[in-house]
C-alpha cells in the first residue's frame, strides 16, 4: 500500500517512517510529486489544516495521503502560538525554528516556572482519493524551559520538557522522543488502524 505523507519537512518524513516502520506500507513523500500544489493552511484548527492538506494531495496525487498538523499551546499564552507555531515570530514565515521559541521565551521571561505548562498537539489525517478521512490525536504535556536545551529534534523542542523529565525533547535518543511525542501517540494509532485495515 502506497501512503504520501504530504510534506516536504525531511525531519516529519524520517520520525513518521521511523514510527511506521514495519507496516506493510511504502512511504512516498511530496519529493516524489514535484508538480503537487502546496496547500494553504487557513483552518483555525489543527484538525482542518490537517483534514485539507491529506484530501488535496490525495485527490492529487490518486493515492492516499498522511497529512499532520502540530504545534504547542502554552497555557500562560492563552493557548498561543497553537496553529501559528511554524510561524510565530513576525519573521519566521518559512519555520525559523531559533527565531520562533526565542520568541517565545521572550514572551514567557516574566511568566514563573509553575505557571509555564504547555503542551505538544498533533492531528493526523489520512486522507483517501474518494474523500474519505481518518483522523488521530496526540498530545504530549509538559512545560517550557528558561532557556533551549539540547541539539536533536526540530521545532520547539529545545525548549520543551516533557511531564515528568528534566530534559528536553531535543536532549532525548529518537526512540525516548518517540515513546513521548505528540506525533508519537497519534503515529500508534494511525498504525493501529492500518494494522486493521491491512489485514482485512
Known amino acids: ?27 512516498l513523500s511530496l519529493e516524489d510529486f514535484p508538480a503537487c500544489p502546496e496547500t494553504v493552511e487557513d ?4 484538525e482542518g489544516n490537517a483534514v485539507k492538506k491529506a484530501l488535496e494531495v490525495a485527490v ?16 500562560a499564552l492563552g493557548g498561543k502560538p497553537g496553529v501559528y507555531s511554524a510561524r510565530y515570530a513576525p519573521d519566521a514565515a518559512n519555520g525559523n525554528d531559533p527565531k520562533n521559541y526565542l520568541k517565545l521565551l ?8 509553575e505557571k509555564r505548562s504547555a503542551r505538544f498537539v498533533c492531528c493526523i489525517a489520512l486522507a483517501f482519493p474518494d474523500n474519505r478521512v481518518e483522523t488521530f490525536f496526540g498530545r ?16 520547539y523542542d529545545p525548549v520543551f520538557f516533557p511531564l515528568g523529565f528534566d ?4 536532549e532525548m535518543s529518537a526512540a525516548e522522543k518517540d ?15 492500518l494494522r486493521t485495515v491491512l489485514k482485512g
Open 1 to 27: 500500500m502506497d501512503i504520501v505523507l504530504a510534506t516536504r519537512n525531511r525531519k516529519k518524513i524520517e520520525e513518521i517512517s521511523r514510527i511506521t516502520a514495519g507496516l506493510p506500507i511504502h512511504v
Open 43 to 46: 483552518r483555525d484548527t489543527f
Open 140 to 155: 504530549a504535556e509538559g512545560r517550557i524551559s528558561r532557556e533551549p536545551r539540547g541539539q536533536k529534534g526540530f521545532g
Open 106 to 113: 521572550d514572551d514567557l521571561a516574566a511568566t514563573p516556572d
Open 60 to 75: 492529487f496525487t490518486n493515492r492516499p495521503a498522511l497529512s499532520d498538523d502540530s504545534g504547542l499551546e502554552v497555557d
Open 179 to 193: 515513546a513521548l511525542s505528540h506525533r508519537g501517540k497519534a503515529l500508534e494509532k494511525l498504525a493501529g488502524f
Open 167 to 170: 530534559r528536553t525533547f531535543a
